[in-house]
Every structure is written in structure tokens, then in C-alpha cells.
């Protein structure tokens, strides 16, 4: 991983802080030890400094004041922050009065943004970081990624992927969700981690989880915002410009940050480039790409999805309408596989037609362009289609 040098690029301005958000083992840590060698850093996952701060904040102060040539050289960083909430009172002073400025680093804003706690008034730039993408790996192997995931341990790892995926589900998304007190019943949790892995990717039907969960449908719709307040999913809502009655306008749909985690859940493993799994893998691979390069560029383009309630359906809306994604598992689209595709551009005339595909070249299908997934890849990341 130390030679994999990833797409996030943050530069400060002069003076500049920031946040960098990410799910845990994403590789935040790696990439600010690598990008700032000279910072002063806290890890808050260390027991003695965060306890120490917890206890007494003014410590952040004292001690980088009487450190100060050093920590005004490089931005200081403050790991798994959402730990120690009250530092960021201190951390404001710093920026006003020391003219330090920091990169505050964790998987979750959530709790602070809970307990009302000082986010710095727009003082840090937000960044975030995602799993590995497409452009970072030389050797992209698309089956590997989609059964073992894109978070770099679990990519990398030769063997036995599936127990670090296992512990990764049950050690962090379950308890340390619960442990942070983000949710109350751990047994009922679990069981919707579990059911919403069988729906990932599709409609969003509350009242169906519930059932399988045992809980409300108010309280699946917390846990939902739970996983994505803490990056550990997002959700895509329904296209909804000019529409007729026709199309579903309410229903959202749900995809969890990482693939390799939702085959987990879901017990899905894929052998060969093929079939109904692989399809719906792929179509979650194309999102998390869509989604990381969207942050990465500063782009923040609207993904959102269009479907009728006669089934069409195309799967990927970018922006206002202007670029619209099918993406399809198969080594040979025909013309049955675009007809959702067809039927929103009648109706919305998009700049771009797409078919994301299994096939082996590049092709033109009237105003429709089919493109082998390694190609949509290549032209998403160097700035062809957006």
C-alpha cells in the first residue's frame, strides 16, 4: 500500500485547515503520514493521549504552543477527532489566535455534529477519502475487487479475505457503531445490517426491513441515516425533473461504501464475469467510482437513478439529466438491454448515452455509446465524460 499513491490530493492554502472524513481502514492515516511527513500528529485511537485530552483540552494548547516553530511548519493532525469533541474549541483558538493551522481526521462527523460540538464556523475545507479506485491500481483485477472489496487491506490480502471482511462487519459497522451510541439495540441492528445486505442496491422498502428486523420502519430509516452520516453508505434518490406520473419520485436507493462488504452480507461470491450477481456487482463497482470521483475532482455532481412503475429502469443520472449510465454484466448488449436507456432519452434528450458493459470494444448504437468498463473507467478519471 505505501507505493500505491492515491487520487486524493489535498492542498492547502496558506492558513487553510481541514476535515478528511473517511470510513475506518480506508487508508486516512496512510496517505497524512505519506502527504504531510512533518506534521505534529495526535491519534486519537491511542488510550493514554485521548484520555489525557479528554481530561484536560487545554493540553492541545500548552503543548503546541510550547512546540510552536514545529507545529506551524506542517498542518498538525488530529486522528479519530470525533473522539475527543471538546478539542475543537481549542483547536478554533489555535486558528485565530496561533495561526496553526490542522487536518482533523475520523470516520465519523456524526457525533459531533450530534452533540452540537464546534465544527470551526467554515474555517477546514471538507475532504474525503474512499476506498481504492479504479486509476490507483496498475493491475486492476475486476473479479477480485468486486468479491474482496476495494478497502486497501482487503484488496491487497492474498488469503483468507473473507474473515478480515467478517471482523470488519462485526468489529466496526455493528459494535462500533453501538459503542459510539449511535444506535441502541445492538441485536436489532445487526439483524437489519443483515436484511438490508439482501436489498442493497434496490428500492428502499422500509416496512419490508422492519418486518425482517423486528423494529419500526422509523427506526430503519434512523439506521439508515446512521450508515450514511457515517460514510458508510449513500443514498441515490429518483430522478425527478419533468416527471409524469408514471415514474417512481419517492423511494430512494441505498449502496454501502465498499462492494466487498455488501458481498459479504449478501454471501455472494462471484467465480466468473457473468450472470445476475456480477451484474449487480458491477453496478455497485460503477457507483462507488462515480462517487469517489465526484469528491475527488470537486465536482459534486447529483447522482441519482430513474425508474417507471412499468420497470424501466436506468441506473445512473449525472448532474441535471445530462449524462445518463446503464450499466449491464453482459459480454454482448443488445438492443432489449438499452431500452430503458432509449426510453429516457426520448424523453430528456441527455448529452450522453451510456451502456456500461462486459464487452471488449467500444462501440456506437445510434446516439447510445457502449463502452467496455475498463474504458468508461479510463474516460470518468481523465475528465471525458464530466
Known amino acids: 500500500m505505501v507505493n500505491i499513491r492515491r487520487v486524493l490530493n489535498i492542498e492547502l492554502e496558506q492558513g487553510q485547515s481541514a476535515f478528511l472524513w473517511g470510513p475506518r481502514k480506508t487508508g486516512k492515516s496512510t496517505y497524512l ?142 459494535e462500533e457503531v453501538f459503542n459510539e451510541g449511535l444506535a441502541r439495540n445492538m441485536p436489532a441492528f445487526s439483524r437489519f445490517f443483515e436484511a438490508m445486505g439482501y436489498s442493497h442496491g434496490g428500492l428502499i422498502n422500509h416496512a419490508n426491513i422492519a418486518r425482517d428486523c423486528g423494529v419500526d420502519a422509523k427506526t430503519v430509516k434512523e439506521y439508515f441515516q446512521i450508515l450514511a452520516d457515517t460514510l458508510l453508505g449513500t443514498f441515490v434518490p429518483p430522478y425527478k425533473k419533468r416527471q409524469n ?30 450472470g445476475e450477481q456480477f451484474g449487480k456487482a458491477l453496478e455497485h463497482f460503477v457507483f462507488m467510482e462515480l462517487n469517489a470521483h465526484r469528491s475527488y475532482h470537486d465536482l459534486h455532481y447529483a447522482i441519482s437513478f430513474w425508474r417507471t412503475k412499468s420497470g424501466l429502469e436506468v441506473d445512473f443520472i449525472l448532474g441535471d439529466g445530462e449524462v445518463a449510465i446503464e450499466v449491464k454484466g453482459s459480454s454482448r448488449v443488445d438492443k432489449t438491454d438499452m431500452r430503458s436507456l432509449r426510453a429516457y432519452m426520448n424523453e430528456f434528450k441527455p448529452r450522453l448515452g451510456i451502456v456500461v458493459s462486459n464487452e471488449k470494444y467500444e462501440r456506437q448504437v445510434g446516439d447510445i455509446t457502449v463502452l467496455p468498463w475498463q474504458i468508461f473507467l479510463n474516460k470518468l478519471w481523465a475528465g471525458e465524460l464530466l
Open 33 to 174: 503520514k505519506q502527504a504531510f511527513p512533518e506534521s505534529v500528529v495526535y491519534d486519537f485511537l491511542k488510550t493514554d493521549v485521548t484520555l489525557d485530552l479528554i481530561r484536560s483540552p487545554s493540553l492541545l494548547r500548552e503543548q503546541l504552543l510550547a512546540n510552536r516553530e514545529q507545529a506551524a511548519a506542517s498542518p498538525v493532525v488530529l486522528d479519530e477527532v470525533q473522539r475527543v469533541p471538546a478539542i475543537l474549541d481549542e483547536v478554533h483558538w489555535l486558528i485565530e489566535n496561533a495561526g496553526l493551522n490542522f487536518i482533523l481526521c475520523g470516520s465519523s462527523a456524526r457525533k459531533l455534529i450530534k452533540g452540537s460540538v464546534n465544527l470551526l464556523g467554515g474555517r477546514a475545507w471538507r475532504f474525503e477519502m474512499f476506498p481504492f479506485v479504479f486509476p490507483e491500481i496498475k493491475q486492476f483485477d475486476l473479479l477480485r475487487a468486486l468479491n474482496q472489496g476495494l478497502v486497501p487491506s482487503h484488496y491487497l490480502q492474498q488469503h483468507q479475505y473473507q474473515r478480515s471482511l467478517r471482523a470488519y462487519v462485526q468489529d466496526y459497522l455493528k
Open 245 to 274: 406520473r408514471q415514474v417512481i419520485t419517492k423511494a430512494s436507493k441505498f449502496y454501502l461504501f465498499d462492494v466487498g462488504i455488501a458481498g459479504h452480507l449478501s454471501q455472494r461470491k462471484i467465480t466468473e464475469a457473468r
